[in-house]
């Protein structure tokens, strides 16, 4: 597996879904955006260059309409996402004198924005250099009125989270995530990306960073690394995510006045944040792995440009970092051909006040964390051991966001891996009878991919067991009156399950 298998084929055949969705989100946010920004301009309404997205007639693929995607060669090098400037006025309010001014200018035209941009294929100097311009419409010095740790909800769209009142670190589980479809098919199974369980602590919290600090110790760039050019996006990120803990668990998170030193009262650990880059803050404080990328100024395609990732299979961030999208899913079968036009406009329009959210599924021996190519683990998935019991199967979860931030434009793709027991299904209704379906009768191709061969004698049976003692108990009910057995299909809950919060909150103890 390669960085296609953590997004990968199901991310890619969905995408002309997700754009549908993005784009009418994104043509009413800029009808907002238009009018606020001419209000205050005092001027007409006839649409001026700018930092929003292209006009509604711009269609790349009209220059080649009648042929295939990959034919069209599109531009994006004058396509800009939705900017988040109108929100400046806000944030000025409570700035000093001088910053205010500067934070209320006036919005640059799209020929600052591609002459003037901020480069992101060599080192900047923001405190130094020459004021440039990132792809949401935000110049550095407007960047330098912010400071550090500005209002990243007010300047995303994106709210932050309510503290948890029934957190306790050493009983917290992550939400119990199924995410079984049926029929089974390559399609995005996307959901609204909810702003509280951004990132989620549990109580296995100390021993995964523990274990990615050894993981990075022994393997360096193969699971962090960042290339000229991401330094603006990568202190962004650390800083909403630093927030993102103080505002969630603000008994055990916090920042100094400063603003310089984080306290993890779970590690018993304070962080001079100015000391080290931000992805090692990252590393040490916060458990889930982030790959970022970057549009980039001459050709407005996006490049995989910086990255924490821990819990890979089959590849690393060494082989992947400073490829463009296409590159990076060469080896999925039509990409080219099907995919990457609606890939990269997705990409180029997507708004940063609409974070989606998604999970894929495998099943392991064990639970691999990570697992470069020529791992000895891997052979484990070549057999069927003989002696292989349920106890020894996990269902292994990556629950995947995606989400532009607000001031670099770039986007991010977090992950985190999630292991459970497959004994947990037994008492989960329908779950058993769910994922039998799948492993039975699911398309021989899809099936190969997933890669669950190699647990299916010590599973399937398992699960047909609990299957039947469900329907004694009475956990699963017809489909309808008229027929006599559940039929299977994606259940309502999904990708969780009917009763899913009293067991999840009966394991954490209240």
């Not at 990328?293 to 060494?318: H, I, K, Q």
């Amino acid at each position: 597996m390669d960085l296609l298998n953590v997004f990968s084929t199901q991310w890619m055949l969905g995408i002309g879904l997700i754009f549908l969705l993005s784009t009418i989100t994104a043509l009413t946010f800029n009808k907002r955006q238009r009018d606020a920004v001419l209000k205050r301009l005092r001027v007409s309404r006839r649409r001026a260059s700018g930092a929003s997205t292209p006009p509604r007639s711009f269609s790349p693929e009209k220059k080649n309409s009648e042929g295939p995607a990959d034919t069209a060669s599109p531009d994006y090098a004058d396509v800009f996402c939705p900017s988040r400037r109108y929100v400046l006025p806000k944030l000025a309010e409570s700035a000093s004198a001088s910053n205010k001014e500067i934070l209320i200018g006036t919005e640059p035209c799209k020929e600052f924005l591609r002459k003037d941009a901020l480069p992101t294929t060599r080192s900047y100097d923001l405190e130094n250099d020459h004021p440039k311009y990132t792809p949401t419409g935000f110049s550095t010095e407007e960047i330098k009125a912010m400071g550090d740790f500005p209002a990243y909800d007010i300047l995303s769209g994106v709210p932050l989270p309510q503290p948890y009142a029934n957190f306790d670190p050493t009983k917290a589980k992550p939400r119990p995530y199924r995410p079984f479809r049926w029929a089974y098919h390559q399609t995005m199974s996307l959901s609204k990306m909810e702003p509280e369980w951004w990132l989620e602590v549990e109580n296995t919290y100390v021993s995964r960073v523990n274990e990615r600090k050894e993981l990075f110790e022994r393997y360096g760039k193969m699971v962090l690394d960042y290339l000229p050019g991401s330094e603006l996006v990568c202190k962004e990120l650390m800083e909403i995510c630093l927030q993102f803990y103080c505002a969630r668990y603000p008994k055990h998170f916090s920042l100094s006045t400063d603003k310089q030193t984080f306290h993890n009262g779970l590690l018993n650990e304070d962080t001079d944040i100015k000391s080290m880059h931000p992805l090692h803050v990252l590393l040490n404080n916060v458990p889930e792995d982030f790959a970022i990328v970057l549009r980039n100024e001459n050709d407005g395609m996006y490049y995989f440009r910086a990255g924490v990732v821990c819990s890979s299979l089959g590849w690393n961030v060494s082989t992947k970092i400073g490829m463009q999208l296409k590159e990076i899913h060469k080896p999925i079968p039509d990409y080219k051909e099907k995919m990457s036009f609606s890939m990269d406009r997705y990409f180029s329009k997507m708004p940063t006040n609409a974070p989606i959210q998604r999970g894929s599924w495998g099943l392991e021996v064990g639970s691999p964390l990570f697992m470069p190519p020529g791992d000895p683990h891997e052979k484990l998935r070549d057999m069927q051991q003989e002696n292989l019991t349920i106890e020894d199967c996990n269902l292994r979860v990556d629950w995947q966001t995606l989400r532009r931030l607000p001031l670099s434009a770039g986007i991010v793709f977090n992950f985190k891996a999630l292991f459970t027991p497959v004994q947990e299904f037994r008492d989960e209704p329908y779950i058993p009878a769910l994922l039998l379906k799948i492993l039975k009768d699911g398309k021989k191709s899809l099936m190969e991919y997933k890669n669950t061969w190699h647990v299916e004698h010590a599973c399937i049976p398992e699960l047909e067991k609990y299957a039947e003692e469900q329907v004694k108990k009475g956990l699963v009910v017809p489909s309808s009156p008229d027929e006599e057995s559940w039929t299977v299909a994606t259940l309502q809950q999904s990708p969780y399950f009917p009763g899913w919060e009293e067991k999840w909150h009966r394991q954490q103890g209240f």
